[in-house]
């Protein structure tokens, strides 16, 4: 079997091959923006389905023609004379979408065959990449989805591989700093946010004995999403201070403020929520309801 990768300048149609890639980058943002995966299925006729006096072209407009009327309006299906398969692109979709997909294609396929061969025998060979990877690119995919299914040729008709090489989301960075002069308090929470297992994120923990020390870092000085835990009574600059200075940046809503506080009296936390803390927690602190705030945020950056 041919072993042809979709290349720009190895396809005979130059505007297909632009269209695939522009509608490929535009599913990787959304990816990258809502952590929801699409994939790209390759399917080919299995060696045993070919049909005697039809051209390799004529093979494949006609699996084209077939699979364009099978799809979603979310689905996009491609298609160039010198590859030996066509590619389908499926939105809002993963490895377990795209299989589903797949046995329900092959079941219509047997009325396809009737029309065509003569029998109800429909035999392909595909495979399915769920892509969660926002840094991938067109062509590796495709690549790497061609070497398999050319590896699919001895295999059974309608025999599926679900390639897991994109299937992984990015790693995102999650700044953590905790601000406070007890070292019992400290050791607390860095080992409660060490155990934390936030799939998909990867936390860098910073300890500053009061807010002065850190806002003389550059630690805060950051795109990156930053939760900073700091005690409302500190030595130099307290918590409150600290939190006024953040919320007066210009990119202040990177900044997930929780107040720790001595304080459990209504004024006291209506002043630090009117104020700009988006947590409030009095001493002793419930670390379960901190663990549970922090998760809560963690699932809401991935929407």
Same mark, same amino acid.
């Given at each position: 079997?041919?072993?042809?990768?979709?290349?720009?300048? %190895?396809?005979?149609?130059?505007?297909?091959?632009?269209?695939?890639?522009?509608?490929?980058?535009?599913?990787?943002?959304?990816?990258?923006?809502?952590?929801?995966?699409?994939?790209?299925?390759?399917?080919?006729?299995?060696?045993?389905? /070919?049909?005697?006096?039809? *051209? @390799?072209?004529?093979?494949?407009? $006609?699996?084209?023609?077939?699979?364009?009327?099978?799809?979603?309006?979310?689905?996009?299906?491609?298609?160039?004379?010198?590859?030996?398969?066509?590619?389908?692109?499926?939105?809002? @979709?993963?490895?377990?979408?795209?299989?589903?997909? /797949?046995?329900? /294609?092959?079941?219509?396929?047997?009325?396809?065959? =009737?029309?065509?061969?003569?029998?109800?025998?429909?035999?392909?060979?595909?495979?399915?990449?769920?892509?969660?990877?926002?840094?991938?690119?067109?062509?590796?995919?495709?690549?790497?989805?061609?070497?398999?299914?050319?590896?699919?040729?001895?295999?059974?008709?309608?025999?599926?591989?679900?390639?897991?090489?994109?299937?992984?989301?990015?790693?995102?960075?999650?700044?953590?700093?905790?601000?406070?002069?007890?070292?019992?308090?400290?050791?607390? $929470? %860095?080992?409660?946010?060490?155990?934390?297992?936030?799939?998909?994120?990867?936390?860098?923990?910073?300890?500053?004995?009061?807010?002065?020390?850190?806002?003389?870092?550059?630690?805060?000085?950051? &795109?990156?999403?930053?939760?900073?835990?700091?005690?409302?009574?500190?030595?130099? =600059?307290?918590?409150?201070?600290?939190?006024?200075?953040?919320?007066? /940046?210009?990119?202040?809503?990177?900044?997930?403020?929780?107040?720790?506080?001595?304080?459990?009296?209504?004024?006291?936390?209506?002043? !630090?929520?009117?104020? &700009? !803390?988006?947590?409030?927690? *009095?001493?002793?602190?419930? $670390?379960?309801?901190?663990?549970?705030?922090?998760?809560?945020?963690?699932?809401?950056?991935?929407?």
């Amino acid at each position: 079997m041919n072993n042809f990768h979709w290349k720009e300048n %190895e396809c005979t149609d130059k505007r297909e091959y632009e269209k695939l890639s522009m509608l490929f980058q535009l599913q990787l943002s959304y990816v990258e923006r809502t952590k929801i995966t699409f994939s790209i299925v390759l399917l080919r006729w299995h060696p045993s389905c /070919l049909f005697p006096g039809m *051209s @390799s072209t004529e093979h494949y407009r $006609l699996l084209y023609d077939f699979v364009s009327k099978q799809i979603r309006n979310s689905d996009k299906v491609f298609y160039d004379e010198r590859c030996q398969y066509v590619i389908i692109m499926l939105g809002f @979709s993963g490895n377990n979408e795209a299989r589903h997909f /797949l046995h329900r /294609l092959f079941n219509a396929a047997n009325h396809l065959l =009737k029309d065509v061969k003569g029998d109800a025998s429909a035999a392909f060979l595909a495979t399915t990449s769920e892509i969660a990877n926002a840094h991938c690119t067109l062509e590796s995919v495709l690549e790497t989805s061609t070497a398999y299914l050319d590896k699919l040729e001895t295999q059974p008709p309608n025999a599926v591989l679900a390639i897991e090489e994109f299937a992984k989301f990015d790693t995102e960075l999650l700044k953590v700093s905790i601000i406070e002069e007890n070292g019992i308090t400290v050791s607390i $929470l %860095e080992n409660l946010l060490h155990n934390m297992n936030l799939l998909n994120f990867e936390l860098q923990i910073r300890t500053f004995a009061d807010g002065y020390e850190f806002l003389q870092s550059n630690w805060y000085q950051s &795109g990156h999403t930053h939760i900073v835990l700091v005690n409302d009574i500190l030595p130099r =600059k307290n918590g409150i201070e600290v939190m006024n200075y953040l919320r007066s /940046l210009p990119n202040d809503e990177k900044y997930i403020i929780m107040l720790l506080s001595k304080r459990a009296s209504e004024d006291a936390i209506v002043y !630090a929520f009117d104020n &700009g !803390a988006d947590a409030y927690f *009095s001493k002793p602190f419930n $670390l379960r309801l901190i663990e549970t705030q922090i998760k809560n945020i963690v699932r809401r950056l991935r929407q």
